[in-house]
């Protein structure tokens, strides 16, 4: 009896889909954090920006205020890394779902052949499985980094980078010229480096990852 409960088709498929409908819930759970996360920084990013305009102009941007703004500008800049750090390993969990659906996938199409034809998404658990995955009509274009959340607060955290470095400057008393362009160098090195990081992780990944059904 256990013989025949462990390769009855239906059983299977049973057993499979709720794993499937387990991933889709633990997939949208992940992305709705982080667009609250996102949403959390973009708000506390524009409350510090009021609050250092408000203050300036009470205090005449003398005074006690350089140090306010540069502890303000302190505190949401680690949020916007911490956020960053978030959204980034929000995006590897998003291919762990992906590629455990594909593999499920592949089992659906062994219990039941018939039906691959109808499936949009893929069956292979490997790159290029993912890739047609994350999108069905072809080969995804720079069109998706462009506006992938990563690339987004990786240049929100750029900009607030250059920002605190230049204010930090100007408050130790360097021009306002080499202000911003040592600001505008540090944003720029650390958006390069946060793409770097990222890309050197997703290929570490990879080559530690065995897929079971690969593309032929």
Not at 33 to 44: A, D, F, N, Q, S
Not at 76 to 98: E, P
């Amino acid at each position: 009896m256990g013989d025949d409960a462990r390769t009855d088709p239906a059983l299977q498929a049973q057993l499979l889909a709720t794993e499937h409908w387990s991933l889709l819930a633990s997939r949208t759970t992940t992305q709705s954090e982080v667009l609250v996360r996102i949403g959390m920084l973009l708000t506390l990013m524009s409350a510090v920006l009021v609050s250092i305009a408000l203050v300036g102009q009470a205090t005449g941007f003398s005074g006690f205020f350089p140090v306010f703004a540069d502890v303000l500008l302190a505190i949401v800049t680690a949020v916007g890394v911490m956020t960053q750090i978030r959204v980034f390993n929000a995006g590897m969990d998003d291919l762990m779902y992906v590629l455990a659906m594909n593999r499920l996938r592949s089992a659906y199409v062994r219990i039941a052949p018939e039906i691959e034809p109808y499936l949009m998404a893929s069956r292979h658990d490997d790159k290029e499985g993912m890739r047609h995955t994350y999108y069905f009509l072809g080969r995804r274009t720079v069109s998706q980094f462009l506006g992938s959340s990563m690339l987004f607060t990786s240049v929100v955290n750029a900009a607030l980078v250059g920002v605190l470095v230049g204010a930090v400057l100007h408050t130790a008393g360097v021009p306002v010229d080499a202000c911003v362009l040592i600001g505008g160098a540090a944003a720029l090195v650390y958006a390069v480096v946060s793409v770097l990081l990222a890309n050197r992780t997703f290929n570490a990944m990879w080559r530690h990852y065995r897929a079971l059904d690969a593309s032929e």
